[in-house]
Every structure is written in structure tokens, then in C-alpha cells.
């Protein structure tokens, strides 16, 4: 059987239990020990029984008789941790090296009497729930403070900081945690584990009501002349445990001056039992660490704390606050810890090891510093969530797109846990952008296509001004070559020229702005005006083929947010399938109608009615599907790069049959509210 299975057993076992080598040094002493005699294991081991147990000498004939023997027992005087006598009755074993030599001295102890002078840290109510979390710490940096604060004396004790919480947490913040034993890391560690804890600041685990009495007493610890003067208080850590009360002192070793042991006694609040207890925590850390988001567990307390503060000072408005104290957010970035991290977020930040990620929170927003404000506003307004779009930098040097997502506790739940998860949509963004980019060629290609279907429309629009410029430039020289110049009717003739120009121009920059290939570009438009320019590419074909047309929109319609060019297009190819469907019947009535009216005063409504033969009952569902056509020869991706135009646009598409006979198309806008920069919602895809 190994010494690991030895310790195992031991610390089992009922009676005390005491290992040391053959100079009395402690190498072990099981939790039965601390029980018995106050000490926690991690005060005593490397000492010496004598530094312990003030009046004990190894050179004593039974410790002489021992090491001779081989074993000795018998009743022993000792000392508890609150100095108390105590008398023990102990069997002590030597256990030889293979050479013959002393290996080690191994004492089985039981309590005979205990002194009642003062009381030690056992004797509790209910000893098979009781617990003692022990921490070793270092208070180098806060030692001056701490011996310049006069503790008054009685019940008074935490007077010095009533009025006074910043300067409890300015001290604790530099009182180092050395060591702690797992009873302490269970109680005060939340789900952070022994080697996360070890050289943080005791602020970040000690609770905040009980920091006056921590701080009162580590005072009261420096100042005292005696290391061996055990100092114990009551202490008021509801949640925790019940009747509990702790004890510290100063190390056994006097040239640790800056070290002091802390003990903490009471009775567990959680009526389960430490397997059942375990199981559960068990259940909890598989459960994080196998979820597929990349997930944060942070203890936000110090923030909850101060914003407590602020809102007993009157604040009611945190984000003016917060931008007029900068340095509060960068406070919180430092004091508010990662405690616990899954291995989705060391693989998202690029760490070798959760220990990389657990520190303060400081890291999560070095791509977005801003929005740790908004993180705390959020907190501060008592929401349960807060979701943002953002970016992060990983400790590799790449930026990521996350959705980060905070979930705040709220009582009565546990204060220190506040979770934060990031989605990682760099992938899906960038296809989003690749399948954006396919989208603009094929609009652009259907624009192409739609201008060369309206070549002859076009040709003739050109050919209209240019035929002006050239009969009045013609005139105008006749009117030179007379002997009686007439120069104000040679100026009327010139500004006609001039006129025909500017036309011919605008009619060569909207083919341009169609056949171009450029971003999209946002703009506040008029949704009559987008439709005039956009009849005006297909007027002639519309009169070449003896459509009749009209154009009607109701007065005082609001703008939308859009692109001309795209919103161009999209009424360009309902104007061109209207004209193509009428003129693929024979019917006499043939005319087309563009109306423009607003919808419930938030929206834009275009409608395209013609008198054509209408849409076939089996294609009216899927007119908008991509690469489904009625046409010979068509594509069937008009349609299609019209609904993704107009969802683009937050807005909807239909298409209908009229009662009377003939297509109905519409598509409807968000309008620009009065007084708002943007859409005042998007609307939904209606049946």
C-alpha cells in the first residue's frame, strides 16, 4: 500500500493522526488533528512539534525511550490553537529505513481532557457537518496599514470602516492568498479551483459582509507582541455556514512575520451531503465544459458592490456616470475576474490552458473597449441579459466576430456567478460577405441582361436628343450665313443645342449608374421619384408596342432608406415583365399602371398592374424562386434578385393576380419616420 493510499486512509480516521520525521518536524497531520487541537494541516506542516505545542521537548524520556524502542505510549500535556491545555493520549510508532536507520514517527492520538480556561475551535453542535477552511496569507504590502489602525475596543470592532467600505477593499486587495486548504477552496472559491486561488488578492473570495471583522482582525494579529495568541471572532456568513466563527494568528515560524493564518469554523448551511454535494458539482463542470459555445464564468461581485454604493449615493443615471468617471470602467476591468472558463473558450482565444483566461476581464474587451461601459450599464439597469454584436482579440493576434452574451445573477441566486458566452461568426460573416458579393454579380448581370432587352428603347432615347442637336446646329448656321444676324434668335437656337446636350447626358449616366458595378450606397429617397427615373429607361418600349400608362402617387409620402440603382432595377424588371406579358396576349386592353401610396404611415407601397393575361395558378407560389421562369429561354432570376433587393431592404414583395384580370405586383419600404435616421422597423414577409 503506497503513502498516498496511507494519507487517504488517515484522513478518515477518527483519531488524530501525526506524522514526522526523526528530528520532529510535521510531515502530515490528518483533519482528526485539526479538530483536536485547532491547528489546520497546512499552519503546522514543516514545523516542529516543539514550535507547535508550546512546552513540548523531543529530548522528554518517553521521545528518547521512542527513537530507542522503536515505539512508545502514554498520555502527553499539549496546547490548542486558542491555548487551552489539553491532554492527549497518544501510541507513537518509529518506522525504520531497509539500512536500519529511522524513516519516519507516526502518533495515534485521542483527547482526554480539555482545559476550560478558554476555548479551543472543536466541541461544535453538529461535528459530522462541521468544517474548517484554512488559508495562509501574505500581508507584506498592507502590513504599515494595517498596524497604523487603532481597533477600539468591545463590541464596537468594525466601527474603523463603517463609514469607510473603499478602504476595506484597498487592503484586501493586497493581502496575497499563499495557500488554502480544500475546505476553503469548496466554501469561498466558487468554482474557481486551489492553484486559480493561490496569489490573488483575499478581496476577490472573502465576502463582502464579513470584510470589516477580516480586516479588524488581521489588524489586531500584527499588532499583537505574541505569535503564539490565537485572535477569534463571530462571523456572519449567511449562505455559508452557521455559527461560525474564525480564528487567526500569526505563523509559528517567527521569520514568516508577514504570514497569518486564518481558521474558519461553523456548520454547513446545505443540508446535502458532501458526495451528494460533489455529484453536483461534478454534473456542473461537465455540463460547462462540454457545451459547444465558449463560455466565461466571472465573479462581477467587486462591480455589484460598488454600483451598490452609487446607487446609495443617488446615481440613477450609470451611463452619464460612467462617462464622466472613466477610470470606474477601467477599475472594473481589473477587479472583476474570469473564475472559470471552458475549453470552447481557450480554443476561441488561442490559450495552451485555462489557467491563460483566468485572470481579470481586462482581456475580453482589448478589440472593443467600449463596451465593457455598456456592459456595465446593464448590469447596473438590473437587466438578466445583454447581447451585443462585437469583436475580440485572441492572444494569437487574430480579430474574431462574436455575438457576446452576458447573463447576469440575480438574488437570490449566487451573486458571484455571472456567465459570459461568445458565438464565434467570423466564418458565417465572411460568407454572408462572399454570398453578398455573388448577389450584386447576379443583380448586376440581370441589369446588363435588362438593358440589353431594352436596347432599342435606349437607342431611341439617345437618338432623340441627338437628332435636336443636330437639326438646331444645322438652323443656327443658316441663320450665320445670312448678312442680317439675328443673334438673339442664334442665342435661342444655341441654348436648344444646349438643352438636347444636358438630356442626351442624363440619359447616358443613367444607363451608366444601371450598368455599373459598384456597393450598394443608403440613401433617403422618394420612392415616386426612384419610379419616374426608372419608367423613363422604358417608356419608348412601352409606347412602341402601344401600351397605355400611367404614373399616380399619393401627396406627402414619407422617404425610404434605399439604393437607387438597386431600387431602380427592381421596378425596371416588374415594368418589363408587364410589357412582355401583354404583349404576349391579344388582348385590346393593354395598358399598365404605377401607383406609390403609404401603408399604415410605416410604410412605402409601390404597385405594377398591367391588363396582361395574369400568373398561372401552379407558378403563382414560386415566381420568386431563383432559376424558375414561364419565358422560353428565360433564366428566372428577375424575380428572384428582386425579393433579395427588397428583403435587403428591410422590406417585403408579393405578387398577385387582379379580379378583373392581369398581374399585380408590389413591394413595400420602411419609411423614415420624421425626426429618425434609419427605418423605424423592418417589416415582415407577409402571405
Avoid at 556 to 584: C, F, K, T, Y
Wanted: glycine share 8%; with cysteine.
Amino acid at each position: 500500500m503506497g503513502a498516498g493510499t496511507e494519507t487517504g486512509l488517515a484522513d478518515l480516521a477518527s483519531e488524530s493522526v501525526i506524522v514526522c520525521d526523526p528530528e520532529g518536524v510535521i510531515r502530515y497531520w490528518n483533519p482528526a488533528s485539526e479538530a483536536i487541537y485547532g491547528w489546520p494541516a497546512l499552519a503546522v506542516v514543516g514545523h516542529r512539534l516543539d514550535e507547535v505545542f508550546s512546552g513540548h521537548d523531543l529530548e522528554e524520556g518517553h521521545w528518547r525511550q521512542l527513537l530507542r524502542e522503536g515505539t512508545w505510549q502514554g498520555p502527553i500535556r499539549r496546547q490548542t490553537a486558542a491555548g487551552a491545555p489539553i491532554t492527549t493520549s497518544v501510541r507513537q510508532t518509529v518506522r525504520y529505513q531497509t539500512s536500519g536507520l529511522p524513516h519516519d514517527i507516526v502518533e495515534f492520538g485521542k483527547g482526554i481532557s480539555l482545559g476550560v480556561a478558554k476555548i479551543g475551535h472543536a466541541g461544535l453542535a453538529e461535528p459530522h457537518r462541521a468544517t474548517a477552511a484554512c488559508w495562509e496569507l501574505d500581508v507584506a504590502e498592507v502590513r504599515d496599514d494595517l498596524e497604523r489602525i487603532v481597533v477600539p475596543a468591545g463590541d464596537d470592532m468594525g466601527s474603523p470602516f463603517a463609514q469607510d467600505p473603499g478602504r476595506l477593499d484597498q487592503l484586501l486587495a493586497r493581502c496575497r492568498i499563499v495557500n488554502v486548504n480544500d475546505k476553503a477552496v469548496r466554501l469561498f472559491g466558487g468554482n474557481a479551483d486551489r492553484m486559480t486561488m493561490l496569489a490573488q488578492p483575499m478581496l476577490n473570495f472573502w465576502p463582502a459582509q464579513c470584510r470589516p471583522i477580516l480586516v479588524e482582525l488581521l489588524a489586531t494579529v500584527v499588532a499583537q507582541q505574541s505569535w503564539r495568541i490565537t485572535q477569534t471572532r463571530a462571523l456572519q456568513a449567511e449562505g455559508l455556514l452557521r455559527n461560525a466563527s474564525v480564528a487567526a494568528w500569526r505563523s509559528l515560524d517567527q521569520s514568516r512575520a508577514n504570514t497569518i493564518y486564518l481558521m474558519i469554523n461553523g456548520i454547513l448551511s446545505d443540508d446535502r451531503s458532501a458526495w451528494e454535494l460533489h455529484a453536483s458539482e461534478d454534473r456542473y463542470r461537465k455540463l460547462i465544459h462540454h457545451m459547444p459555445t465558449a463560455l466565461w464564468q466571472v465573479d462581477a461581485r467587486a462591480a455589484g458592490e460598488v454600483f451598490g454604493r452609487l446607487r446609495s449615493e443617488g446615481v440613477t443615471d450609470i451611463a452619464a456616470f460612467l462617462d464622466a468617471h472613466a477610470e470606474l470602467v477601467e477599475l472594473a476591468k481589473d477587479v472583476v475576474r474570469v473564475t472559470e472558463v471552458n475549453r470552447e473558450a481557450v480554443a476561441l482565444f488561442g490559450g495552451r490552458s485555462a489557467a491563460d483566461l483566468i485572470r481579470p476581464v481586462r482581456y475580453l474587451f482589448t478589440a472593443t473597449p467600449d463596451m465593457a461601459k455598456r456592459v456595465m450599464t446593464a448590469h447596473f439597469e438590473g437587466r438578466r441579459n445583454y447581447v451585443e454584436q462585437t469583436k475580440v482579440l485572441t492572444f494569437d493576434g487574430r480579430v474574431r466576430d462574436v455575438v457576446f452574451s452576458v447573463t447576469y445573477s440575480t438574488p437570490p441566486e449566487q451573486l458571484d456567478m455571472t456567465f459570459i458566452t461568445m458565438l464565434d461568426i467570423t466564418e458565417r460573416l465572411r460568407t454572408e460577405a462572399r454570398l453578398q458579393g455573388l448577389e450584386a454579380d447576379y443583380a448586376h448581370a440581370a441589369r446588363i441582361s435588362t438593358l440589353g432587352e431594352l436596347a432599342t428603347s435606349i437607342a431611341h432615347e439617345v437618338k432623340q436628343p441627338l437628332a435636336a442637336i443636330v437639326t438646331n446646329a444645322e438652323t443656327c448656321l443658316l441663320w450665320l450665313e445670312r448678312g442680317d444676324l439675328n443673334v438673339s434668335k442664334v442665342k435661342h437656337l444655341t441654348n436648344r443645342i444646349v438643352s438636347s446636350a444636358y438630356r442626351a447626358n442624363d440619359i447616358i449616366q443613367r444607363i451608366r449608374s444601371l450598368a455599373a458595378r459598384k456597393e450598394p450606397e443608403r440613401n433617403m429617397l422618394n420612392l415616386h421619384e426612384v419610379a419616374e427615373e426608372a419608367l423613363a429607361f422604358v417608356r419608348h418600349e412601352i409606347e412602341s408596342r402601344g401600351i397605355a400608362w400611367s404614373i399616380n402617387a399619393a401627396p406627402g409620402l414619407p422617404m425610404v432608406l434605399g439604393d437607387r440603382v438597386q431600387l431602380q432595377q427592381v421596378i425596371v424588371n416588374l415594368l418589363v415583365n408587364s410589357i412582355q406579358a401583354i404583349s404576349q396576349g391579344d388582348g385590346t386592353d393593354r395598358r399598365i399602371s404605377v401607383s406609390v401610396a403609404a401603408v399604415d404611415s410605416d410604410s412605402v407601397e409601390l404597385s405594377v398592374r398591367d391588363s396582361g393575361p395574369g400568373i398561372a395558378s401552379e407558378a403563382l407560389e414560386r415566381v420568386f424562386e431563383s432559376f424558375f421562369t414561364t419565358k422560353s429561354g428565360g433564366v428566372g432570376i428577375g424575380l428572384a434578385i428582386c425579393q433579395s433587393i427588397i428583403r435587403s431592404h428591410g422590406g417585403y414583395i408579393r405578387a398577385v393576380n387582379q379580379p378583373g384580370g392581369g398581374a399585380h405586383f408590389s413591394f413595400a419600404l420602411p419609411a423614415i419616420q420624421e425626426g429618425t435616421i434609419g427605418p423605424k422597423a423592418k417589416l415582415q414577409a407577409q402571405e
